[in-house]
């Protein structure tokens, strides 16, 4: 009889943390950029060639998990792992908001505008629309026009897709927190039959989101939450995209623009509702009018 001696069984080894695989990163950029010309050449194709291959098998597999209602769950849960959030992040499947996206596209004319003893700023995106600040010499200057409506424009409407147009901020910087919002009244369209009273303007500060429950006339009902955003009222049905849960303690940040789910951290624009967290998502908006 023969008997035959138990390996003895290894423990997986861990996995590298996002802080050890963004340093490898580094370390191996570094590496590749003191090679000499012909050799780094070829290194910097291998990682295009790389980053190529990866982008497509992540986008096939964001593509299919997306579409099918059985596996959407677990690719939110995916996108709620820093390193996959990263990786998803730099092959561009997860955009940033549009503020943020702006104000890296203005990166790209700085140095044109720095070149005319001006500088340039995105200080707000409102109704899909880029506001930004000249100052320097292009402030007031006859470059002016010309640097809003070509370069700095072209830049970032062709860089933004959540942007349509850029105008000149005109307004003073603030010089305080406070803010003022015209008295009037504020209506919601819970369905296409008609509209209703979602109580005044006054009632929903800059920054801030208030919760409403609207009842027709035909006896449908809806809950809305209606977000001020530089004095800008925006409306969604209260349902998160990701598990349908309401947005009453939602995060704002006027700043950014955004809204914040306070279940999962899914982040949206607060302007149109787009998902910044997950490629797809996004709020039901509800028609709004103001008036009075």
């Given at each position: 009889?023969?008997?035959?001696?138990?390996?003895?069984?290894?423990?997986?080894?861990?996995?590298?943390t996002?802080?050890?695989?963004?340093?490898?990163?580094?370390?191996?950029?570094?590496a590749?950029?003191?090679?000499?010309?012909?050799?780094?050449?070829?290194?910097?194709?291998?990682?295009?060639?790389?980053?190529?291959?990866?982008?497509?098998?992540?986008?096939?597999?964001?593509?299919?998990?997306?579409?099918?209602?059985?596996?959407?769950?677990?690719?939110?849960?995916?996108?709620?792992?820093?390193?996959?959030?990263?990786?998803?992040?730099?092959?561009?499947?997860?955009?940033?908001?549009?503020?943020?996206?702006?104000?890296?596209?203005?990166?790209?004319?700085?140095?044109?505008?720095?070149?005319?003893?001006?500088s340039?700023?995105?200080?707000?995106?409102?109704?899909?629309?880029?506001?930004?600040?000249?100052?320097?010499?292009?402030?007031?200057?006859?470059?002016?026009?010309?640097?809003?409506?070509?370069?700095?424009?072209?830049?970032?409407?062709?860089?933004?897709?959540?942007?349509?147009?850029?105008?000149?901020?005109?307004?003073?910087?603030?010089?305080?927190?406070?803010?003022?919002?015209?008295?009037?009244?504020?209506?919601?369209?819970?369905?296409?039959?008609?509209?209703?009273?979602?109580?005044?303007v006054?009632?929903?500060?800059?920054?801030?989101?208030v919760?409403?429950?609207?009842?027709?006339?035909?006896?449908?009902?809806?809950?809305?939450?209606?977000?001020?955003?530089?004095?800008?009222?925006?409306?969604?049905?209260?349902?998160?995209?990701?598990?349908?849960?309401?947005?009453?303690?939602?995060?704002?940040?006027?700043?950014?623009?955004?809204?914040?789910?306070?279940?999962?951290?899914?982040?949206?624009?607060a302007?149109?509702?787009?998902?910044?967290?997950?490629?797809?998502?996004?709020?039901?908006?509800?028609?709004?009018?103001?008036?009075?």
């Amino acid at each position: 009889m023969t008997t035959q001696q138990e390996r003895p069984t290894q423990a997986p080894a861990a996995s590298p943390t996002m802080e050890e695989l963004a340093k490898a990163v580094d370390d191996a950029a570094t590496a590749v950029a003191a090679l000499p010309a012909e050799s780094r050449t070829v290194a910097e194709g291998l990682r295009e060639a790389l980053d190529a291959l990866n982008k497509a098998a992540l986008t096939a597999i964001v593509r299919r998990l997306r579409d099918d209602n059985s596996t959407r769950e677990a690719l939110f849960e995916l996108v709620d792992d820093p390193v996959v959030h990263l990786a998803m992040m730099v092959h561009g499947l997860l955009r940033p908001d549009p503020l943020t996206a702006a104000r890296q596209a203005l990166t790209a004319v700085e140095p044109m505008i720095a070149a005319h003893g001006g500088s340039a700023e995105v200080v707000r995106v409102d109704d899909r629309i880029a506001y930004i600040r000249l100052g320097g010499s292009c402030n007031g200057c006859s470059m002016t026009d010309q640097t809003l409506r070509t370069t700095v424009s072209e830049a970032i409407v062709s860089a933004v897709p959540a942007i349509d147009a850029v105008e000149l901020d005109t307004a003073p910087a603030p010089t305080s927190s406070a803010a003022f919002i015209p008295l009037g009244e504020i209506s919601v369209r819970t369905a296409e039959s008609g509209w209703v009273d979602a109580g005044a303007v006054a009632e929903i500060p800059r920054g801030e989101l208030v919760v409403r429950s609207l009842t027709d006339e035909h006896g449908e009902s809806a809950e809305v939450i209606i977000v001020n955003i530089g004095g800008t009222l925006h409306s969604y049905l209260n349902v998160c995209a990701h598990q349908g849960l309401p947005l009453d303690e939602a995060l704002i940040d006027e700043t950014e623009g955004t809204l914040t789910c306070p279940w999962h951290a899914l982040c949206y624009d607060a302007t149109d509702g787009e998902c910044m967290s997950l490629p797809g998502a996004a709020l039901e908006q509800r028609p709004l009018r103001q008036g009075g």
